[in-house]
């Protein structure tokens, strides 16, 4: 977390995406402290928060909060608490709440979780879920109704693939990588925990209304409302909270590299105290190797340097079975990575299981190089008469 806090240190604002993904397993005997679910599987929840840069990049800086949950298909007082716990972490590290932007999806349209985040002054994008009932009336009627679209942009959506459950394919459904042209309005509102009790207590909030007017006749077009804390007067405010907010894609990617690139499904632990230390464990190596996938695809043409450090460089020409200069590009430093992992230039782009298994090859060859150098320039030792 410190280092993640040192490279946050060199820029203005840093987004905070807060996350959580099932951890599933497949055992006939079963582990302790997991939930069951059907076809012999157990689970466990991770929730991440993940240090993004805002200028665009997207580049992960690191992760700043972890923590791990028994899932229940109830809505859970303490379970739900999880947003909360997270915000008031990395609220706790230091970092200026003007300089940070939490970014949350749906799970995290929470009453309680909005007004801590009002109260402690920092900045949010969170995703709307609940059609809250206003003095006007229903919250997405009254979005359609008032916030008529004041601009538009075209923007590239990524593509994705189908998530397991009838309930996830709903929310997300599958779709290719496209164009889409969006539209965005703004309005502002005022919601209550209890609408029969209005007295209790009043958020006021703004919401930036996204949405596809023309969609493919053959996908679901794009609907975000979002709440923030940020002024949403103008095309370019309203912007860059969508473009804040599609940052937030960031930390799925992390949980991928996770999943597939570090393997946490297929640890052969038998209980949930065994695998949350593998989680914490794999957590910044996931994160390393995201980083690593991520800087060579946003900065191709950089100069190895900018991904790796000298010794590491070094090994890499040494041990690559690939052709490679010690001025070689970024690209080209990740392809020689994955060919330590199995990866064939053929084969297209590295996948995250190759990058992981050449990651942890030059880890391993980096530590017996620097062995080596130490015992070669170490002091001999003196000699005494017996």
């Known amino acids: ?17 807060h996350d959580s993904s099932v951890i599933s397993f497949k055992s006939e005997t079963g582990r302790d402290g997991l939930v069951g679910e059907a076809g012999l599987k157990q ?10 840069r805002a200028d665009g990049s997207h580049r ?32 706790s590290l230091g970092m200026s709440p003007k300089a940070v932007v939490h970014l949350m999806d749906r799970e995290a349209d929470d009453y309680d979780v909005l007004q801590l985040l009002l109260r402690l002054g920092t900045r949010f994008v969170v995703r709307v879920q609940h059609n809250r009932r206003l003095a006007q009336g229903k ?17 590239r959506l990524s593509r994705r693939g189908g998530k397991q459950g009838s309930k996830q394919r709903r929310i997300h459904p599958p779709r290719d990588e ?60 309203m912007f860059q909270v969508v473009d804040w907010y599609r940052a937030h894609w960031c930390i799925e990617e992390y949980f991928k590299a996770l999943k597939q690139a570090c393997g946490m499904e297929k640890r052969q632990l038998g209980d949930l105290h065994a695998l949350a230390n593998a989680l914490a464990l794999l957590a910044p190596i996931a994160w390393k190797i995201l980083w690593l996938k991520s800087e060579a695809r946003a900065r191709p043409d950089e100069p190895a340097t900018k991904l790796l450090d000298k010794d590491e460089l070094e090994v890499l020409v040494a041990a690559s079975g690939i052709p490679l200069a010690r ?21 297209g782009s590295p996948g995250w299981l190759v990058l992981h298994r050449g990651y942890r090859e030059l880890a391993t060859l980096l530590m017996g190089w620097q062995l080596r150098r130490s015992i070669e320039t170490a002091q001999p030792a003196e000699e005494y008469d017996q």
């Open 327 to 347: 001025d070689c590009t970024t690209e080209k430093a990740l392809l020689a990575i994955a060919s330590l992992g199995g990866h064939l230039k053929h084969n």
């Open 178 to 237: 496209r164009m889409a042209s969006l539209l965005v309005a703004s309005s502002s509102v005022k919601i209550t925990k209890d609408p029969r009790r209005p007295s209790e207590g009043t958020l006021k909030l703004n919401v930036v209304r996204v949405w596809e007017p023309e969609p493919p006749e053959d996908e679901k077009g794009i609907e975000w409302p979002l709440y923030t804390s940020e002024p949403v007067d103008t095309p370019e405010q």
């Open 139 to 155: 919250l997405r009627d009254v979005l359609e109704q008032e916030a008529s679209g004041q601009a538009s942009r075209a923007v």
């Open 43 to 52: 689970r466990f929840l991770a929730h991440c928060s993940l240090a993004i």
């Open 60 to 91: 992960p800086e690191g992760v700043v909060a972890l923590s791990y949950h028994r899932p229940v298909k109830t809505k859970n007082a303490a379970l739900q608490h999880r947003w909360s716990a997270h915000i008031e972490e990395t609220h």
């Open 1 to 17: 977390v410190r280092q993640t806090l040192k490279r946050a240190a060199s820029q203005d604002v840093t987004l905070i995406a």
